[in-house]
């Protein structure tokens, strides 16, 4: 579990509050339910004090004690029923004092007489187990007397009545805490469900399909703001992404006519009889250079259709493989030179469907970087085979490697790891980009992993396979 995320906290903090809220909540309702019970208590007490004083001492004079005791006893039966009566006279001597109850919880001769100096309405004296003893002290007057009665109940009934309260509430309110967080992670997973659907697919828009918008629900709250300038952003983005492609294709399309203007005559000019040798030399030169430029602008030009769209992409079935072969040998000539061993794994047929000129390119473009690269006599490999759905096309040597650093960039345009030595190899740095348009627009992609400096390079292209190719492969 992520501590950190949004939800880990917000439920942290809800579920905290929460608690303290039914904490407070179950100290109230105990609080308010013990001061009921207690008072219903007083009430009874008093009253039946008031009972006494008016059905007894209203009729018996103090000077028979005996009578008065028979009176309660057929009466009340205070032991039975584990109550302590007992009744003072004004001098407080007592008058009569019940009996040790039945399960003789207390002794009633042994409770002390109510303090004189602050008489209380009500008291606990402790008893000897957990329970204790209610008392209510009620002044009396009945036939030109004073009297003090002392009802005393224990306290058990309104005990066990609490307790029962702190059971409950001590299972119940972190229940309840439980509940409603479980209940709060369900509703935040839901509410950020919409961020989420964002974020995905937000993640599903790549340069391939800056057209791609975020969904925008009509809720009108932060999330449909959020939205909104999200696409907006994009807007820009995808206007700012079309400038610039549509820039180097316009700027690489106006560039070919004076190119090949500019290689017409300085051929014709190399053709013509009487120009003097060091000359012809020197306009040779400048013609090598300005076919050297054509490429690039032809090579420009292409990924700039491929990247923008605009290209056709002729869809015709053929086998990979057969491709790859043919074109590998006749770049033999290239890695012979080198002393380089050249050897081909593609026997089974791949079918796949695209343009063969175009994925011809991509075969060309990786065996030239592996044989420019591999050290003389070294070895480069090649090697097509059928995977799930994809079509593998490996181009693998044993040269120099790429430096970590620099391989997340060698399919940008113009990238050259070593500018010096590239020079030399007349590459411009446009043959991996060519490379991943190409992969790009057949819906393929392209990886590159090497070693390290050293270690040799591995150029894998992933390509769809041509319907009802999966089944037999
Ligand atoms: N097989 C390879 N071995 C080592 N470096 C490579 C290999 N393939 C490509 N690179 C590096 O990637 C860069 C870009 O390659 P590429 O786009 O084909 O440009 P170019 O071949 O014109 O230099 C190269 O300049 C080189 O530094
Ligand atoms: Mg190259």
Redesign the pocket.
Known sequence: MNTRSIHFRLILWYSGLIALVSLALGAYTYHGVEVRLYAEMQQTLTRRAQQIADNILAKTPPESPQEIAAHIRALYSPEANNRFIRILRGDHSVLYVSGRPKDGMFDPSRLPLPADAHLQATRLEPLASRSRLFIVVVPVTALGHDYLIEMGTPTDGPDVALHGLIVTLLFGLPMAVLAVSAGGFLLMRRALKPVEDIRATAEQITRGNLSHRLPVSPSGDALEHLSVTLNRMLDRLEDAYEQATRFSADASHELRTPLTIMRGELESIIREAGVPAPLRERIGSVLEETERLSRITESLFAISRLDAGEAKIQHQKFDLAALAQGTAEQMLLLAEEKQIRLSIQAQQPVFIDGDAARIKQIVV??L???I???PGGGAVWLKVSAAQHMALLE?G?N????PAE?LPH??ERF????KAR?RD?A?????????RSICLAHGGSVD?R?GGEGK??V?RVELPLANGQEQKS
């Open positions: 473009n990786l030239d970087n592996a420019k690269y591999a181009v040597d040269g120099a490697g790429i620099v060698v399919f990238f050259r790891a070593d590239s190899f590459g411009a740095g446009l043959g991996l980009a060519i490379v590159i090497s040799g390079t150029c």
